[in-house]
């Protein structure tokens, strides 16, 4: 039989959301599960958000507008960079993959830590280009030296998650700094910043402020995380302008849709609640975080919306026992189980559930 599809996407492994919350309810036989799977902020649409969707929904008969003046113009005053140096996307992880078609042919390097952001190769396949993972350090995070270590003359792009996810560790500026010194000037460094909003150790270098302006730094963000936006997808980029140009000559066109773009204008007038609500967020990850190292849990640091529990071989047992008591974690096997911070019920709940689980 003549093959249709390329045979090295056998090997590959698709990308796994967090179990549904219906589907686990319905066979455990409960009213409701909870679901601290997919890093989601838990308190609803931002205020005007869902009139603004209603509103924009009236005219899903026509196309968005392709260049996003508004919005970029928006994130750029919000932001003080020129709007020419924003690109939106379906959601960041969109704009990861769009960066690899713009630095990558087949053949060439895509040089990130693992474990990390588990679409990283995924996207560096569907390019054609070529992983290159490097082993986290022992304390969960990036091993900076060894990354740079790993460049070659092969690699075109590098990609730094800060903080990282599935552990939640982070890198300081002192750090980054020497990294980004070692780095060649024609290797494009990506710092994937999702979580950014929750980083409150002062020093983790906020990318943009910090390294916007060099030639070869991209810092990507997204709004699924702390501003809502996770079931619109919106996320957004910056770049030197003369990267911006290249990169967007290869966004697929109408991907920032009419509905995300007038969701994203109405949430960015939301920010002083967001705020608030990753106050809220960072004060449960403390108090979670606290509790499992009373249940003898090597937890590390987390300057995320999660925390990351090193469980090794225990790891898919620890899963399901926390499925059946109704609770939806993220089991990275054999790794470790990331688990979302969600209100302050359903943390206790999954913190009673952890207790048993652990026994």
């Not at 996207?123 to 969960?140: D, F, K, L, Q, W």
């Not at 950014?196 to 302006?213: H, I, N, Q, W």
């Not at 499992?292 to 469980?311: I, M």
């Amino acid at each position: 039989m003549t093959r249709l599809t390329r045979a090295d996407l056998d090997a590959l492994p698709a990308y796994v959301p967090g179990r549904s919350v219906a589907d686990l309810a319905r066979e455990l036989g409960i009213a409701e599960a909870v679901k601290l799977a997919s890093n989601e902020v838990p308190y609803g649409p931002l205020p005007g958000v869902v009139e603004a969707v209603t509103e924009a929904v009236r005219s899903v008969h026509r196309y968005p507008d392709m260049g996003v003046v508004e919005l970029r113009d928006r994130i750029g005053a919000w932001l003080g960079v020129d709007p020419a140096r924003v690109i939106t996307g379906c959601g960041s992880v969109a704009l990861a993959e769009i960066l690899v078609k713009a630095t990558c042919l087949p053949g060439d390097e895509v040089v990130y830590s693992w474990r990390s952001f588990e679409a990283y190769p995924i996207i560096a396949a569907g390019a054609g280009a070529t992983s290159v993972r490097v082993a986290n350090t022992a304390e969960h995070g990036h091993d900076l030296a060894a990354i740079a270590a790993a460049i070659t003359d092969q690699t075109r792009l590098v990609f730094v998650c800060n903080p990282n996810n599935p552990t939640g560790t982070f890198l300081r500026q002192a750090e980054l700094d020497r990294f980004l010194a070692d780095v060649p000037s024609d290797v494009l460094v990506v710092l994937d910043e999702a979580y950014r909003e929750f980083v409150t150790d002062p020093d983790v270098p906020d990318g943009l402020a910090t390294y916007g302006d060099r030639a070869n730094i991209v810092v990507l963000r997204t709004m699924s995380k702390a501003w809502g936006l996770a079931g619109l997808r919106m996320g957004y980029l910056v770049a030197r302008p003369e990267v911006a140009a290249a990169v967007r000559k290869v966004v697929t066109p109408f991907s920032t849709s009419l509905v995300a773009q007038a969701a994203a204008l109405a949430a960015l007038d939301q920010e002083e609640e967001v705020r608030r609500r990753c106050a809220e967020v960072v004060s449960e990850r403390t108090r979670v975080t606290e509790a499992l190292r009373k249940l003898s849990l090597d937890v590390p640091d987390s300057q995320a919306n999660f925390v990351w529990l090193p469980l090794g071989d225990r790891t898919a047992g620890f899963t399901a026992a926390c499925e059946s008591r109704g609770v939806i974690v993220r089991g990275f096997h054999p790794e470790g189980v990331r688990v979302t911070i969600g209100t302050p019920e359903e943390n206790d709940l999954f913190l009673a559930t952890a207790e048993v689980a652990l026994g």
